[in-house]
């Protein structure tokens, strides 16, 4: 046994000192790097466990902020499911207060007043029930049919129960009167007509204009609230064009001013006064003096008087940027601004102006351009 002397096992190959000092620089450095390592791996735990100003580690803020995505991905799943499990018990409570707030005007159909009795009837206790398939409320559908010869529109609505009106919403028919051999024609089952919805409309405002109740119009098209939109066709039933679109319609928006003989047609001609080439703006219809001259359509009076070659003249504006002039008048019957039906007299033929004899200068023009009269008007001759 030593004591005061420490003895360590040297390696065989150290045999002088600076062996051995070169030995123990080399085992400062291990056990420097050694301890150098042990202190990092202490401050990286120190650092994972640290705490930030929240109190929370950051392993816990991970796991929080999991917790939450997940909590919100349930909570937005469970609303979107309950929206749509109550989206048709909010559209039927939707109709139904708008059922109850809609106007119910008086029908004048009697077999749909039946069926609404009858129903009432069928629900009251102690009354015994009786059939009422002979008073349902007629579905409304669209007959195909396949147009023959010699067939007019004016028969085909009659022989199915229907109105020329009907047909031509139902078709969109620009020139009624001549129907072509082997078109196919939608005809409706019940008179009425299709109506296109427009900016700003409501079933209110259409069933007020065509004076139809809210409740037929949506029972008809088998409406579930009074939501419509622009764009969207509707059937009115017992609803009638007004006399400008059914003459559209029907290829006769213009009818003849006068009885007399065509003496002179729109376009091209020899002056009478100067023998010279010059444009002739209308039509001639020549006849006694006196003749009644007639509005071609309803319109409101935008000129009397003397209007230059044309001596007295009448002229009348209409609806989709028509103008009618009637010249060489011999009397005027009407005051600027005044109102006029189709067919109402306006005046008499006469010889005033630039004229050779007593006639009537016929002229249509359309947002200031001329259109050919012979093409809007059916000649009395």
Known sequence: MHTGNVFIDL??????KSDLRSYNKNRDRKRILIENQQVIKKEIGR???????HGFSSTK??????????????YLSIFVISFLLMLPFLVSIRSSLWEKKAPVQIENDILYNQFLINGLNTNIVGVKKRKVDNYNLPQFRLIKYKVKRGDSLFEIAQK????????????????AYYLQINRVLYIPNMPGIFYTIRRGDNLSKIASKYHVSINRIADINDLASPIIRKGEKIFIPNATLSNWERAVALGNIFKAPTIGRLTSRMGFRRDPFTGKIAYHPGIDLANRT???IYAAQFGRVI??????????TVMLAHPKGYVTLYG?????LVRKGQVVKQGQLIGRMGNTGRSTGPHLHFEIHQNGKLVNPLEMVKIRR
């Open 303 to 312: 000129f009397v008087g003397r209007r230059g070659g044309y001596g007295k």
């Open 328 to 332: 060489h008048l011999s009397r005027i």
């Open 47 to 53: 650092n994972s466990l640290k705490k930030n100003k």
């Open 160 to 175: 199915f129960n229907t109105t020329i009106d009907a047909i031509i919403t139902a078709n969109k028919l620009k020139n």
């Open 290 to 292: 006196g003749t009644p």
């Open 61 to 74: 803020i991970e796991n929080e902020q999991k917790r939450y995505f997940i909590r919100s991905i349930v």
């Open 11 to 16: 390696p065989r190959d150290i045999k002088s």
